[in-house]
T-cell receptor
Framework: QKEVEQDPGPLSVPEGAIVSLNCTYSNSAFQYFMWYRQYSRKGPELLMY????GNKEDGRFTAQVDKSSKYISLFIRDSQPSDSATYLCAMIGTGGFKTIFGAGTRLFVKA | EPEVTQTPSHQVTQMGQEVILRCVPI?????FYWYRQILGQKVEFLVS????????KSEIFDDQFSVERPDGSNFTLKIRSTKLEDSAMYFCASSDSFNYGYTFGSGTRLTVV
C-alpha cells in the first residue's frame, strides 16, 4: 500500500464549479497536512496548512483533515481558469524532517 | 514576497560528470531541503539540512550526492558522477519550522546525456 494515494486525474470542470480534491494515506504518524499548487515546470507553492484533524478556510479554498479515516480534502469554490494546475497533497510525520507528497491531481478549469 | 532562488534553471551534462546545483534560501529560514521530480512522476524527498548538518536523507541520496551550506546564504547539491537516471527537476526549499510548509524554488532541470 502506498504511503499517500492521490488520483492523478485529469479533472476537468467548468468555470465557477466547486472542485473537490482528495488524498488518502496509510501512516498514522502523519500529523501535519498541506496542499500545494504546481504550475507546469514550476516549483510547488504552498496553498493550505492544517495540523491534525479539522477544517481550515482561506478565501475560496477549504482544507479538511479526517485522521480517523486517514483522508484529506481540498475544496475550491468558484473555480477560475487560473486555478488550472496540478494540486499536490503533502504530509509530515511527528518528529520528521521530510514531507511526503502525493502524485498530484491535474485540474483544468474551462472558461 | 521572499523567494528561494535556484541556479542554473537548466543544466545539460555528460554522464559521469559532476554537477553542482545552487540555491539561495530565504534568509531567515533555518531548514533547507532538496527534492527532485522526474518528468511525470511525484515530488521525491532527497535530503533535509538543519544546523549545518543533514537531519534526514532518503534512499535516493546515496554516496554520489552531497550537500553544503558554504556560507550564510547558499545551499548546494552536488552529484559526483551523474547517471542518465539522475535527469530530473531538482527543487530546493526552505522553511522556518520543520513541521510547516516550505517555500520552493523554481527548480533546476538537469539533463544527463
Amino acid at each position: 500500500q502506498k504511503e499517500v494515494e492521490q488520483d492523478p486525474g485529469p479533472l476537468s470542470v467548468p468555470e465557477g464549479a466547486i472542485v473537490s480534491l482528495n488524498c488518502t494515506y496509510s501512516n498514522s504518524a502523519f500529523q501535519y497536512f498541506m496542499w500545494y499548487r504546481q504550475y507546469s515546470r514550476k516549483g510547488p507553492e504552498l496553498l493550505m496548512y492544517t495540523y491534525s484533524s479539522g477544517n481550515k478556510e482561506d478565501g475560496r479554498f477549504t482544507a479538511q483533515v479526517d485522521k480517523s479515516s486517514k483522508y484529506i480534502s481540498l475544496f475550491i469554490r468558484d473555480s477560475q481558469p487560473s486555478d488550472s494546475a496540478t494540486y499536490l497533497c503533502a504530509m509530515i510525520g511527528t518528529g520528521g524532517f521530510k514531507t511526503i507528497f502525493g502524485a498530484g491531481t491535474r485540474l483544468f478549469v474551462k472558461a | 514576497e521572499p523567494e528561494v532562488t535556484q541556479t542554473p534553471s537548466h543544466q545539460v551534462t555528460q554522464m559521469g560528470q559532476e554537477v553542482i546545483l545552487r540555491c539561495v534560501p530565504i534568509s531567515n529560514h533555518l531548514y533547507f531541503y532538496w527534492y527532485r521530480q522526474i518528468l511525470g512522476q511525484k515530488v521525491e524527498f532527497l535530503v533535509s539540512f538543519y544546523n549545518n548538518e543533514i537531519s534526514e536523507k532518503s534512499e535516493i541520496f546515496d554516496d554520489q550526492f552531497s550537500v553544503e551550506r558554504p556560507d550564510g546564504s547558499n545551499f548546494t547539491l552536488k552529484i559526483r558522477s551523474t547517471k542518465l537516471e539522475d535527469s530530473a527537476m531538482y527543487f530546493c526549499a526552505s522553511s522556518d519550522s520543520f513541521n510547516y510548509g516550505y517555500t520552493f524554488g523554481s527548480g533546476t532541470r538537469l539533463t544527463v546525456v
